[in-house]
C-alpha cells in the first residue's frame, strides 16, 4: 500500500514533470537539461511501478497506456465545429469587413488575426481541468473519438494549469505537423519502407488516426488552440482574451496573432504573414479575421456552416499546371549546366512563372519532362519555381524528350559530365562569357596570381566595359584606361598596373591553380607542377599519365584533360605567356621523386597563407611525414603564429624550426 508520503512524491514529481514539459513543448523554453528531466521521469516511473495505486489518469506516464482500439467511435458535437468562409483576394476581404460594419453600423471593427495551419481540426473537452475527450471535427456534427491519440501529443495538457477554469471547456484548435517532423517522419516510414506521406497536413492526419496510440506517439505533432466550443459560464468578451485565457489553461496558442483595428490592419497582417511564412516552422495556408467582440460575433451569427464573423484570406495556391514551351540549358558562374523549362506563363502562389529549374540530366529522366508536357509546377517562399511532375495524361503525340547538349550554349566548348556526378559543365572555364566574372576573380585572388587591388567591384566594371573578356585582357590594360573609370584614379590605375607585372613572376603550381580547373585546388596544383615540371608537359599529359600523379583520380584527370583539350582555353594560355607571365622551370621529376621523403614534420600556430591541413598535403605530397607531436625523430617545426607547447618542446630538443617564409621557400623552391 503506497504510504502518504509515496503519495505526495508521486504528485511532487508530476508537477515538476507537467512543468517541464510545458515549458518545453508549449513555450519551447526548457529550463532543465534533458538528462535532468529524464531523472525526474525514471523517479515517478519507479514510484508508480512499485505502487501502481498511486497512478493517477493525468500523470505524464499515462499519455499512452491505453491498448489499440478495434475502432474509433463517433462523438457529437453539441456545439457544431464550423469550416471558414473563404476570401481569395483583398476585394472579398473588403466586402466582408463592409457587410459587417453596415450589420453592426460601426465604423470601424476590431480583429484579431490568426494564421490558418493546415493541419486538422480537433475539439479537447476538459472537465475538472482534466482532459476527458478529443475528438475530430468530422462532418461538424459527428466526428471520431481520438482521445488515446491526442493524449500522446505532448503540447496538449492531460490536466489545466490554471487556478481557476470552467467546470466544462471545450478547446478546439488544429493539430498538425511542422516541416522538420514531417521531413524526419518520410525518412523513418522509407527506411522501413512504409507509407510516405505528400505533404504535413496528410502526415498529421494520417497519424491521428491510428488505432493504436502507440504509433501516435512516435509521430511529431503539436496543437495551435484558436477558440471555444462548449463552455459552462464565460470566459471573456473578448475573443483576444479568450484565448489569453487558453494560455493561462497551459494551451498552446499561436504567437503570431494579434489585435488589429479596420480592414486596413488586417490587410498589413496579411502581407506581414507572407514575408514571414516561409521562416515558420509549419504550413500555413492562409490568415483568418475574427470579430473581437463576442457581443458582436452573436449579433452578425451564423451562416450554414460558417460564422459570419469570420473569415479565412487564403493564400493564392503554390502549385499550377501550365505547358513546356521548351528546355533550355543555363550556364552558371562555376559552369555548371542547368537545364530549364520555358513555361508557359502561369500565376503561381500571386508571382507569374514563366521557367522552372529542371536541377540536372538525371532528374529531367526521373520525372520524364518532355517538350510539350503539360506540369505542375511548384513556387514555395522565395525558391525557384520548379516542376513536380508531368500530367501524362495530356502528352502530346509530339512531345519531344531532352538530351543534354555535348557543346556549351554559351561559348560552344565541349560539356563534360564527371563519372558518378550529377552535374555537366562547361569545360570552357578561361574563355566561356558565363563562367568570366568568377573565373577573373579566382585568377586574381592572392593565392593564385595575387594581383592586389583587382577586386569584385572593378572586375564588374571591367567585364561591363568589355575591357576584360579572359583573364589574359589583364595584361593589356593600360593605365589610362583604368583610370577613366569610375572611383579610379591616375593613382589607383597605376598601382593596380604595378600589381598586374609583379604578379607576372609567379610558380607553376599557383599559375595551375589560377587557371580554374575544376578540382584542382593548391595542394593538387602543386603536385601537378612537381610531376611535370612545365607546362607544356602537362598539357600534352593524357587522362593516363594525369593519373600518375599521386592524389590524381579519373575524375580530377578527365577535368583536366578536357580544360587543356580546348583550343578557346589554349588559346588563352599562350596570350598570357606572351605577356610574359614566367616561372623557374625544373626538370621534371621521376615519378615518385619526392625530396623531402622520409622526414618528420610537425606544425604549431597558425600560418597565414594556408590553413595547417594545407601545408601539411603539400609537404606529404613532396615525400614528407607530418606527425602531430614532437620527437626527436622530428627533422623540422613548421611555427606560425600563437604556437603551442610544441614550439618549447622543439626549442628543448634543439630540432630546427621553420618560420612560415622558409616553409614556402621550401614549397615553392623544392
Ligand atoms: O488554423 C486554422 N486552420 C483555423 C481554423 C483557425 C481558426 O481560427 C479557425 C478555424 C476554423 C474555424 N476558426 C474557426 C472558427
Same mark, same amino acid.
Given at each position: 500500500?503506497?504510504?502518504?508520503?509515496?503519495?505526495?512524491?508521486?504528485?511532487?514529481?508530476?508537477?515538476?514533470?507537467?512543468?517541464?514539459?510545458?515549458?518545453?513543448?508549449?513555450?519551447?523554453?526548457?529550463?532543465?537539461?534533458?538528462a535532468?528531466?529524464?531523472?525526474?521521469?525514471?523517479?515517478?516511473?519507479?514510484?508508480?511501478?512499485?505502487y501502481?495505486?498511486?497512478?493517477?489518469?493525468?500523470?505524464?506516464?499515462?499519455?499512452?497506456?491505453?491498448?489499440?482500439?478495434?475502432?474509433?467511435?463517433?462523438?457529437?458535437?453539441?456545439?457544431p465545429?464550423?469550416?471558414?468562409?473563404?476570401?481569395f483576394?483583398?476585394?472579398?476581404?473588403?466586402?466582408?469587413?463592409?457587410?459587417?460594419?453596415?450589420?453592426?453600423?460601426?465604423?470601424?471593427?476590431?480583429?484579431?488575426?490568426?494564421?490558418?495551419?493546415?493541419?486538422?481540426?480537433?475539439?479537447?473537452?476538459?472537465?475538472?481541468?482534466?482532459?476527458?475527450?478529443?475528438?475530430?471535427?468530422?462532418?461538424?456534427?459527428?466526428?471520431?473519438?481520438?482521445?488515446?491519440n491526442?493524449?500522446?501529443?505532448?503540447?496538449?495538457?492531460?490536466?489545466?494549469?490554471?487556478?481557476?477554469?470552467?467546470?466544462?471547456?471545450?478547446?478546439?484548435?488544429?493539430?498538425?505537423?511542422?516541416?522538420?517532423g514531417?521531413?524526419?517522419?518520410?525518412?523513418?516510414?522509407?527506411?522501413?519502407?512504409?507509407?510516405?506521406?505528400?505533404?504535413?497536413?496528410?502526415?498529421?492526419?494520417?497519424?491521428?488516426?491510428?488505432?493504436?496510440?502507440?504509433?501516435?506517439?512516435?509521430?511529431?505533432?503539436d496543437?495551435?488552440?484558436?477558440?471555444?466550443?462548449?463552455?459552462?459560464?464565460?470566459?471573456?468578451?473578448?475573443?483576444?482574451?479568450?484565448?489569453?485565457?487558453?494560455?493561462?489553461?497551459?494551451?498552446?496558442?499561436?504567437?503570431?496573432?494579434?489585435?488589429?483595428?479596420?480592414?486596413?490592419?488586417?490587410?498589413?497582417?496579411?502581407?506581414?504573414?507572407?514575408?514571414?511564412?516561409?521562416?515558420?516552422?509549419?504550413?500555413?495556408?492562409?490568415v483568418?479575421?475574427?470579430?473581437?467582440?463576442?457581443?458582436?460575433?452573436?449579433?452578425?451569427?451564423?451562416?450554414?456552416?460558417?460564422?459570419?464573423?469570420?473569415?479565412?484570406?487564403?493564400?493564392?495556391?503554390?502549385?499550377?499546371?501550365?505547358?513546356?514551351?521548351?528546355?533550355?540549358?543555363?550556364?552558371?558562374?562555376?559552369?555548371?549546366?542547368?537545364?530549364?523549362?520555358?513555361l508557359?506563363?502561369?500565376?503561381?502562389?500571386?508571382v507569374?512563372?514563366?521557367?522552372a529549374?529542371?536541377?540536372?540530366?538525371?532528374e529531367?529522366?526521373?520525372?520524364?519532362?518532355?517538350?510539350?508536357?503539360?506540369?505542375i509546377?511548384?513556387?514555395?517562399?522565395?525558391?525557384?519555381?520548379?516542376?513536380?511532375?508531368?500530367?501524362?495524361?495530356?502528352?502530346?503525340?509530339?512531345?519531344?524528350?531532352?538530351?543534354?547538349?555535348?557543346?556549351?550554349?554559351?561559348?560552344?566548348?565541349?560539356?563534360?559530365?564527371?563519372?558518378?556526378?550529377?552535374?555537366?559543365?562547361?569545360?570552357?572555364?578561361?574563355?566561356?562569357?558565363?563562367?568570366?566574372?568568377?573565373?577573373?576573380?579566382?585568377?586574381?585572388?592572392?593565392?593564385?596570381?595575387?594581383?592586389?587591388?583587382?577586386?569584385?567591384?572593378?572586375?564588374?566594371?571591367?567585364?561591363?566595359?568589355?575591357?576584360?573578356?579572359?583573364?589574359?585582357?589583364?595584361?593589356?590594360?593600360?593605365?589610362?584606361?583604368?583610370?577613366?573609370?569610375?572611383?579610379?584614379?591616375?593613382?589607383?590605375?597605376?598601382?593596380?598596373?604595378r600589381? +598586374?607585372?609583379?604578379?607576372?613572376?609567379?610558380?607553376?603550381?599557383?599559375?595551375?591553380?589560377a587557371?580554374?580547373?575544376?578540382?584542382?585546388?593548391?595542394?593538387?596544383?602543386?603536385?601537378?607542377?612537381?610531376?611535370?615540371?612545365?607546362?607544356?608537359a602537362?598539357?600534352?599529359?593524357?587522362?593516363?599519365?594525369?593519373?600518375?600523379?599521386?592524389?590524381?583520380?579519373?575524375?580530377?584527370?578527365?577535368n583536366?584533360?578536357?580544360?587543356?583539350?580546348?583550343g578557346?582555353?589554349?588559346?588563352?594560355?599562350?596570350?598570357?605567356?606572351?605577356?610574359?607571365?614566367?616561372?623557374?622551370?625544373?626538370?621534371?621529376m621521376?615519378?615518385?621523386?619526392?625530396?623531402?621523403?622520409?622526414?618528420?614534420?610537425?606544425?604549431t600556430?597558425?600560418?597565414?597563407?594556408?590553413?595547417?591541413?594545407?601545408?601539411?598535403?603539400?609537404?606529404?605530397?613532396?615525400?614528407?611525414?607530418?606527425?602531430?607531436?614532437?620527437?626527436?625523430n622530428?627533422?623540422?617545426?613548421?611555427?606560425?603564429?600563437?604556437?603551442?607547447?610544441? +614550439?618549447?618542446?622543439?626549442?628543448?630538443?634543439?630540432?630546427?624550426?621553420?618560420?612560415?617564409?622558409?616553409?614556402?621557400?621550401?614549397?615553392?623552391?623544392?
Open positions: 500500500m503506497a504510504s502518504k508520503h509515496v503519495i505526495r512524491r508521486a504528485a511532487a514529481l508530476r508537477e515538476q514533470i507537467n512543468e517541464h514539459n510545458y515549458r518545453y513543448y508549449v513555450l519551447n523554453e526548457p529550463t532543465i537539461p534533458d535532468e528531466f529524464d531523472r525526474l521521469l525514471r523517479e515517478l516511473e519507479g514510484l508508480e511501478r512499485r501502481p495505486e498511486s497512478i493517477t489518469p493525468d500523470s505524464p506516464t499515462q499519455r499512452v497506456g491505453a491498448q489499440p482500439l478495434e475502432a474509433f467511435s463517433e462523438v457529437v458535437h453539441e456545439i465545429m464550423l469550416s471558414l468562409g473563404n476570401a483576394d483583398e476585394g472579398e476581404v473588403r466586402a466582408f469587413d463592409r457587410r459587417l460594419r453596415e450589420r453592426l453600423r460601426v465604423d470601424v471593427l476590431e480583429y484579431v488575426c490568426e494564421i490558418k495551419l493546415d493541419g486538422l481540426a480537433i475539439s479537447l473537452m476538459y472537465e475538472g481541468g482534466k482532459l476527458k475527450r478529443a475528438a475530430t471535427r468530422g462532418d461538424g456534427t459527428v466526428g471520431e473519438d481520438v482521445t488515446q491526442v493524449r500522446t501529443i505532448k503540447s496538449i495538457p492531460l490536466s489545466l494549469r490554471a487556478q481557476r477554469f470552467p467546470r466544462v471547456l471545450e478547446v478546439r484548435g488544429e493539430v498538425f505537423m511542422t516541416h522538420e514531417f521531413v524526419a517522419l518520410n525518412k523513418m516510414q522509407s527506411a522501413h519502407g512504409q507509407k510516405i506521406f505528400a505533404n504535413p497536413r496528410n502526415a498529421a492526419a494520417g497519424s491521428l488516426r491510428q488505432l493504436d496510440p502507440r504509433i501516435t506517439a512516435s509521430r511529431p505533432l496543437m495551435f488552440c484558436y477558440g471555444i466550443g462548449k463552455v459552462e459560464g464565460v470566459l471573456s468578451d473578448r475573443h483576444s482574451d479568450i484565448l489569453a485565457r487558453l494560455r493561462e489553461c497551459g494551451l498552446k496558442v499561436s504567437p503570431e496573432t494579434v489585435v488589429v483595428n479596420g480592414v486596413h490592419e488586417c490587410l498589413d497582417y496579411y502581407h506581414h504573414i507572407v514575408a514571414i511564412r516561409h521562416r515558420l516552422a509549419y504550413a500555413i495556408d492562409g483568418v479575421y475574427k470579430v473581437n467582440a463576442m457581443q458582436q460575433q452573436q449579433t452578425v451569427g451564423y451562416i450554414a456552416r460558417a460564422p459570419r464573423w469570420a473569415i479565412a484570406h487564403k493564400f493564392p495556391p503554390e502549385e499550377e499546371l501550365t505547358k513546356v514551351l521548351a528546355i533550355e540549358v543555363q550556364v552558371g558562374r562555376t559552369g555548371a549546366l542547368t537545364p530549364v523549362a520555358r508557359k506563363p502561369v500565376l503561381v502562389g500571386g507569374t512563372v514563366t521557367n529549374t529542371l536541377h540536372n540530366e538525371d529531367i529522366k526521373r520525372k520524364d519532362v518532355r517538350v510539350g508536357d503539360t506540369v509546377v511548384r513556387r514555395a517562399g522565395d525558391v525557384i519555381p520548379e516542376v513536380v511532375q508531368v500530367v501524362k495524361e495530356r502528352r502530346p503525340k509530339t512531345a519531344r524528350s531532352f538530351s543534354m547538349p555535348r557543346r556549351c550554349p554559351i561559348c560552344n566548348s565541349e560539356v563534360v559530365r564527371a563519372q558518378g556526378e550529377a552535374i555537366a559543365r562547361c569545360s570552357g572555364g578561361l574563355y566561356c562569357p558565363a563562367q568570366r566574372m568568377q573565373v577573373i576573380l579566382h585568377f586574381a585572388s592572392r593565392r593564385a596570381m595575387n594581383i592586389e587591388g583587382l577586386g569584385d567591384k572593378l572586375v564588374s566594371q571591367l567585364v561591363r566595359k568589355g575591357y576584360v573578356k579572359t583573364v589574359a585582357d589583364l595584361y593589356s590594360l593600360r593605365v589610362d584606361q583604368l583610370a577613366a573609370l569610375p572611383r579610379m584614379g591616375e593613382r589607383s590605375a597605376t598601382k593596380l598596373d600589381a +598586374l607585372k609583379n604578379s607576372k613572376l609567379t610558380t607553376l603550381a599557383r599559375f595551375l591553380y587557371l580554374g580547373i575544376r578540382d584542382i585546388g593548391e595542394a593538387t596544383a602543386e603536385l601537378l607542377a612537381a610531376h611535370f615540371g612545365s607546362l607544356k602537362l598539357e600534352q599529359a593524357d587522362v593516363e599519365e594525369l593519373q600518375k600523379v599521386p592524389d590524381v583520380g579519373p575524375v580530377v584527370a578527365s583536366v584533360a578536357a580544360f587543356f583539350r580546348q578557346h582555353n589554349r588559346r588563352v594560355i599562350k596570350r598570357l605567356l606572351d605577356a610574359n607571365l614566367c616561372w623557374k622551370t625544373r626538370p621534371p621521376a615519378p615518385g621523386h619526392r625530396p623531402l621523403s622520409g622526414q618528420m614534420f610537425v606544425i600556430g597558425t600560418l597565414a597563407s594556408m590553413t595547417r591541413e594545407e601545408a601539411k598535403q603539400r609537404l606529404q605530397a613532396l615525400g614528407a611525414k607530418v606527425t602531430a607531436s614532437v620527437s626527436k622530428t627533422r623540422f617545426v613548421v611555427v606560425g603564429t600563437d604556437p603551442g607547447s610544441k +614550439l618549447e618542446r622543439a626549442e628543448q630538443l634543439g630540432i630546427r624550426l621553420l618560420d612560415e617564409r622558409a616553409l614556402l621557400d621550401l614549397l615553392e623552391g623544392t
